[in-house]
């Protein structure tokens, strides 16, 4: 039965299956999860600073933008 549901997990949730595997792995060893858990941790605030960086990256392309058509409109007007 087992098996069974795994497999279905595996072909309906693989991202849930990985979870549920890696945290089952590392209920075996507390110093594992704890050292699981920090690295998560680092790798979500390395995510959270390449996530600002590209607003602002976003947000200075959308202001070049406004400055382009602002510029051709004014030299071209229709």
Same mark, same amino acid.
């Given at each position: 039965?087992?098996? @069974?549901f *795994?497999?279905?997990?595996? &072909?309906f949730?693989?991202r ?6 890696? &945290?089952a792995e =590392?209920m075996g060893?507390?110093?594992? @999860?704890? =050292? =699981?858990?920090?690295?998560c941790?680092?790798r ?6 390449? @996530?600002?960086?590209? *607003?602002?990256d ?9 400055l @382009?058509?602002? *510029? ?7």
């Amino acid at each position: 039965m087992d098996r @069974v549901f *795994r497999k279905l997990l595996r &072909t309906f949730a693989p991202r849930t299956e990985d979870i549920l595997s890696f &945290t089952a792995e =590392a209920m075996g060893d507390q110093t594992n @999860v704890l =050292a =699981a858990l920090q690295s998560c941790q680092k790798r979500i605030e390395e995510l959270e600073h390449d @996530v600002d960086e590209l *607003r602002k990256d976003n947000l200075r392309i959308a202001e070049l933008y406004d400055l @382009v058509f602002e *510029r051709l409109k004014s030299e071209n007007p229709l």
